[in-house]
């Protein structure tokens, strides 16, 4: 690995990062000698991931913290704990997905699994960590979504939480696509407030063979057939960080905002993808889900 930073030092969370490429992520940046705060679902796990990435980086500036994202009320408390935790915050990387079995499944708080934790999640925490990543000289939001986004046929977002006609493909496709579109939206509002010490862009990592895969086999299994001819064409998730790391710490990208980005550079989008009215919509759906989570925040947007 290369030190390929920003000049200075930064202080970057990354979220899902005690197993594959967010661990990745963490990594390399770590070894580029920023301050890391990873984040995971699991304690033990978690922990592990920091101790390793301390010992493969020689950084002891790593830190782990622990919240399970697919709830709301943990991304609150967790995006608390941050802000009191550390002086400054200059980059979140959304790295944390989810990927779950062919049969419908809701949170306790009553969400579409898939879509509270691809989708709702980042929206919620990204608002929660802005007024904080606004005092930072250059901040940058990096989201990782997924070429996924194509599959799942076009939106419904008369049923956004797939209430009618949910499938695994359906559920994940459609949560990369909206999150990338709250992505687009964040990048507009920000512009059009006059922000602009905050890029927010958006990035896809491949097709890399990680803990996503095992956990949607183990819940699908009929998908194995497909996963086992996909193996040939899978990249390592040190490769699929690539691209989180490149959008968080490379000097070539200060002051970039509003991509959707693979392979450290912006990727063509299909115009048929791209939808105002979509992003609208999806904006103010999740405004009005996380609305009791946001009641005593200021949100700058």
């Not at 941050?82 to 790295?95: F, H």
């Not at 000289?137 to 979504?145: C, D, G, H, K, L």
């Not at 063979?209 to 998908?223: D, I, N, Y």
Request: aromatic residues 8%; proline residues 5%.
């Amino acid at each position: 690995m290369t030190r390929n930073a920003t000049t200075e030092p930064k202080t970057i969370l990354v979220t899902g990062a005690s197993g594959g490429i967010g661990k990745q992520t963490a990594l390399a940046l770590a070894v580029q000698g920023h301050t890391v705060i990873m984040h995971g679902r699991n304690p033990d796990k978690t922990r592990r991931a920091c101790e390793w990435v301390i010992e493969q980086s020689g950084n002891h500036n790593v830190h782990a913290h622990v919240a399970d994202l697919s709830l709301m009320s943990e991304v609150v408390r967790f995006a608390a704990e941050i802000r009191e935790s550390y002086e400054s915050l200059d980059v979140l990387v959304n790295n944390a997905g989810g990927q779950f079995g062919s049969s419908r499944e809701t949170t306790a708080e009553g969400y579409e699994k898939t879509f509270a934790i691809n989708t709702l999640a980042p929206f919620l925490l990204t608002n929660l960590l802005l007024p904080k990543l606004r005092e930072s000289p250059s901040a940058r939001i990096v989201t990782v979504s997924s070429e996924s986004y194509r599959q799942a046929g076009r939106p419904l977002l008369d049923d956004v939480e797939l209430k009618h006609g949910y499938s695994l493909i359906r559920a994940y496709g459609f949560s990369k696509l909206y999150v990338w579109w709250l992505m687009r939206q964040f990048d507009a509002r920000l512009k059009a407030a006059g922000v602009t010490n905050v890029t927010v862009n958006t990035v896809e990592p491949g097709s890399a063979v990680t803990g996503l895969q095992r956990e949607s086999l183990r819940k699908s299994p009929f998908m194995l057939p497909l996963v086992i001819l996909w193996l040939p064409f899978m990249r390592t998730a040190r490769h699929g960080a690539r691209t989180s790391v490149y959008m968080a710490s490379s000097p070539k990208v200060e002051g970039v905002s509003g991509e959707f980005c693979g392979n450290c550079r912006p990727k063509r989008i299909d115009p048929r993808w791209i939808s105002a009215d979509g992003e609208r919509r999806i904006w103010d759906y999740c405004a009005d889900v996380c609305s009791p989570y946001l009641r005593d925040v200021a949100v700058p947007i």
